[in-house]
């Protein structure tokens, strides 16, 4: 089983709607993140949080909320979708010791 | 701030061929560097880092030299194969750790053709 996991893989939606991306991780690591990948622009972060009651923004994170549930789970929500986040949006997940971050496998989501 | 340049692409080699993609940075103090790659359809798998000046990553015949002096960490390999063929991304991070946001490069497209 993936330890990193993305739901949904893909979304396509509507200007307007309120749309959440949720990652789960089974890695124990205390580190999540929250990127966005755009052809030509390489990955950006969003947001980060180090634990629990930690929540950080990235370079790009106007339009964009987070909430840590729990250690495990992160999740992203775009409260009013518009057509420029179109985009594949990755979770990853490090901790103090792991080598690199370990990335899910994305979700692909087109808002119209 | 931080920042990391990476040759642009596509890159279309053929299989055996000798790979480099060059990467270089700017960056405050003494950042880990890190070669990612992302097969089509996956995410982004950690394929070597260094941590200092000098050290050299290596992993699956790819290797990357951390060079201070010219603030670069070129990714090499000898033979390519077509399994290779993939999205290479550098990139950096400024913290003394592995484990720190990362600041990315655009990447770069590798083709290996049979």
């Known amino acids: 089983d993936a330890d990193v996991t993305q739901t949904p893989r893909n979304r396509i939606t509507k200007t307007g709607k309120r749309i959440m991306l949720e990652c789960s991780q089974t890695?124990?690591?205390?580190?999540m993140y929250w990127y966005r990948q755009d052809p030509g622009l390489g990955l950006r972060l969003i947001y980060y949080s180090f634990d629990v009651k930690d929540i950080n923004k990235g370079e790009i994170s106007d339009g964009y909320s987070v909430s840590r549930q729990a250690q495990a789970k992160f999740s992203l929500s775009l409260e009013s979708a518009i057509p420029n986040q179109t985009a594949l949006y990755f979770c990853?997940?490090?901790?103090?010791?792991?080598?690199?971050?370990?990335f899910g496998p994305g979700t692909r989501l087109t808002v119209l | 701030g931080n920042s990391v340049t990476q040759m642009e692409g596509p890159v279309t080699l053929s299989e055996e061929a000798f790979l480099t993609i060059n990467c270089t940075y700017t960056a405050t103090g003494y950042p880990s560097l890190f070669w990612y790659v992302q097969y089509p359809g996956e995410g982004l798998q950690l394929l070597l880092k260094?941590?200092?000046?000098?050290d050299k990553g290596s992993n699956k015949g790819f290797e990357a030299t951390y060079r201070k002096e010219t603030t670069s960490f070129h990714l090499e390999k000898g033979s390519v194969q077509v399994s290779d063929s993939a999205v290479y991304f550098c990139a950096l991070s400024e913290s003394g750790g592995s484990n720190y946001k990362l600041t990315f490069g655009k990447g770069t497209l590798l083709t290996v053709n049979p």
């Open positions: 890695k124990g690591h205390d580190r």
């Open positions: 260094a941590t200092k000046a000098d």
């Open positions: 990853a997940t490090s901790d103090a010791a792991s080598q690199g971050q370990f």
